[in-house]
């Protein structure tokens, strides 16, 4: 049932500063359409968390205007905003059992008994928790905690959910497992919803959209699968996924194309993202699984590299070379039956499309 | 109980004993006072001493007067009622305010916290018959000496430290996001307090009420300078008592007191270990 019960939210030039010195948010602006999975995703220190926590309404922006539905909120208190949340520590209230504690938004909003029972009923069913309800928090598994805690932020029917690091707490495998439960969710029910993480794999399963934070700025804003094949600068880069990096400087520009002098006196031929003109100092960033050791066709930038490490991890083969001088180059082998054999201190050539090459800006 | 290992050198043998006799030692002097009225206070003659027939064990020597006296004599059964009426009151405003303040106090924000945490404090660590003679003179002047609200006030102003630390203690554990999960939800400043933020003190603000309650009770200098003869609580016709005719009912009374404190801690004891069973937490 896919639907529109989700709300918009829109971020207008938010600032936050907690001294009154050093802004922890710089300038947001940000649009959330309805029924939007969109992730904030960044270390920690990068202000997603102030930004999330400036919606919920527990900090005050410093300056700006957040608006929900295209009402502005800043004034409206915590209480009053209607936003279902999970907490990082689920935030469960030890003193009542699973069943009171979903039934206390319902109860604070005057429902009746009946029309309670039912309703917290149907929200422990959905987290498959049907027969806990009269468990207390203490007595129940992390994982069941972390559904409760869902199904609490979910039971009075609010438009917007936000989720502060919700699966922190939990064990990969669980983790795993309730990244897909949250999305589905949030396909069948339609509200909106904010997370918050600093896992760049939890962002990439779940998100619609993911706006990756550093230094109170947004960094890129999109599709988790343009965020790592269309890097925008070299953070984002570096923090989706494995990147190889080669500083280097600009020779000439040619439309989107580029080509790059690194260390070594080679030439690169790279996608021109972040640098202006020649002369220009730039990173390019490659990652591991789009160069082929030992090609057997023509491409765009072909080298040679020495192997120095092979690390062996079942479905594929990690080779650590030096490649321009850049001793912490990656290459990802794909261990297929009728792979080359590898063996350190060999020289092999390698390569890659200039394409999956970009330059971006430079970094120390 | 541990006993000694095989490989225990002399000097830790000797150390062992000793520290079991200071143990001892300790626990006597604490206890054994308090103790000894017990069997006084059934004492069949009027004196604060064991007679030959008591220490025979002779049921001769025994007797239940001195409770009949207390139960029966109208100036004790004054002063009972007197404490009665003022010890609640005052252990109500006590915890009201402490409770009060001690979550005030426990805000990030509040400007000058160590400085007026340490004026609220200050009544248990000024000499309490300095504290009395400075409510003596200033009630005096503003008409509250000699009356009940006087002393109930006075009596709430030495309980409330108690009710302070005490709540501010189980403050330090209080989980501050099940605030903001209740707001988030719809709840209000007001239900937030009573339903997520007051349970969950609840053994802070009972067993600080509990310290007030026992301070009121058993509290004589401030109510000597500050009550009239119609406050006249327990402690005080103690007080009297043993100054004017040493009778054994002060012992029968003071018996009294210390089995009413036995079993209110005990009860609470009991509550606190039972709400934390509910809450799935195991007793420590």
């Known amino acids: 049932m896919a639907n529109n019960r989700g709300a918009s939210v829109r971020y207008e030039n938010v600032q936050k500063s907690y001294d009154g010195e050093t802004l ?28 999330l926590m400036m919606l919920a309404g527990f900090e005050p922006a410093t300056h700006g205007e957040i608006f929900l539905n295209n009402r502005p909120i800043n004034k409206v208190p915590p209480h009053k905003r209607g936003i279902g949340m999970v907490f990082q520590n ?57 559904r409760v805690a869902v199904a609490r932020a979910l039971v ?9 690091e919700p699966l ?46 550093n230094d109170g700025v947004i960094q890129q804003l999109s599709t988790p699968d343009l965020l790592y094949e269309e890097p925008q600068n070299s953070f ?105 054999r590898l063996d350190a201190g060999e020289i092999v050539p390698i390569g890659w499309e200039m394409k999956d090459c970009k330059a971006l800006d430079a970094v120390a | 109980m541990s006993s000694l290992p095989s490989y225990a050198s002399p000097l830790q043998r000797t150390w062992h004993y000793t520290f079991r006799i200071i143990c001892g030692l300790i626990f006597f002097f604490l206890v054994f006072p308090i103790l000894v009225i017990i069997p006084l206070s059934f004492n069949a003659q009027d004196f604060f001493t064991f007679t030959p027939e008591m220490l025979a064990l002779d049921p001769a020597g025994y ?11 109208p100036d004790w059964q004054k002063a009972l009622k007197n404490s009665f009426m003022i010890a609640p009151t005052a252990t109500l405003l006590a915890t009201v305010l402490g409770t009060l303040a001690a979550i005030g106090l426990s805000q990030p924000h509040v400007p000058f916290r160590s400085v007026i945490m340490a004026i609220l404090i200050s009544p248990m660590i000024v000499p309490l018959i300095i504290a009395a003679a400075g409510m003596y003179f200033f009630y005096s002047r503003i008409g509250l000496q000699g009356t009940y609200w ?78 009239s003869a119609s406050q006249k609580t327990l402690p005080w016709q103690m007080f ?41 937490v195991t007793p420590a």
């Open chain 1, 24 to 51: 922890v948010v710089k300038n947001l602006n940000l649009d959330i359409p309805p029924g939007e999975f969109l992730t904030m995703l960044g270390p920690s220190g990068s202000g997603k968390t102030t930004c």
């Open chain 1, 90 to 146: 689920y935030a469960l209230f030890p003193h009542m059992t699973v069943a009171e504690n979903l039934a206390f938004p319902l109860q604070v909003r005057g429902m009746s008994k009946a029309d309670q029972a039912e309703k917290v009923k149907r929200a422990l069913e959905m987290v498959e928790l049907g027969k806990l309800g009269n468990r207390r928090p203490a007595q129940l598994s992390g994982g069941q905690q972390q």
């Open chain 1, 156 to 164: 009075f029917d609010p438009e917007l959910v936000l989720m502060d």
């Open chain 1, 168 to 213: 922190g707490a939990l064990d990969k495998q669980l983790r795993e497992q309730m990244q897909y439960e949250i999305k589905h969710i949030h396909e069948n029910l339609g509200v909106t919803v904010v997370y918050v993480t600093h896992d760049q794999t939890e962002a990439l399963t779940m998100s619609d959209r993911v706006a990756v934070f």
């Open chain 1, 236 to 340: 984002v880069a570096q923090f989706i996924g494995e990147n190889n990096k080669l500083s280097g400087q600009v020779v000439s520009v040619d439309n989107d194309a580029c080509e790059v002098l690194v260390a070594g006196g080679v030439r690169l031929k790279a996608d021109k993202v972040n640098v202006s003109g020649a002369g220009d100092a730039t990173t390019l960033s490659l990652r591991p699984e789009r160069v082929e050791l030992a090609p057997e066709r023509q491409m765009d930038n072909m080298l040679e590299g020495r192997i120095e490490e092979l690390i062996y991890l079942g479905d594929h083969i990690r080779v650590r070379m030096t490649v321009c001088g850049n001793s912490e180059f990656i290459v990802k082998v794909r261990n297929r039956s009728d792979r080359r």
């Open chain 2, 63 to 73: 007797s239940t007067k001195h409770y009949v006296d207390f139960f029966t004599n």
């Open chain 2, 150 to 227: 006087g002393v109930v006030m006075a009596h709430a102003v030495l309980g409330t430290p108690f009710v302070i630390i005490t709540v501010t203690a189980t403050l330090v554990g209080f989980d501050n996001s099940l605030v903001r999960a209740a707001a988030s939800m719809g709840a209000g400043p007001i239900t937030t307090f009573f339903k997520v933020q007051m349970p969950l003190i609840l053994p802070g603000v009972v067993s600080g009420a509990l310290f007030a309650f026992i301070t009121s009770f058993d509290e004589v200098v401030v109510v000597l300078f500050l009550g």
């Open chain 2, 240 to 280: 009297i008592g043993l100054r004017e005719q040493i009778s054994p009912t002060i012992l029968a009374v003071a018996s009294i007191m210390v089995v009413l404190s036995v079993v209110l801690l005990t009860v609470l004891e009991l509550l606190r270990r039972r709400s934390e069973r509910l809450r799935g």
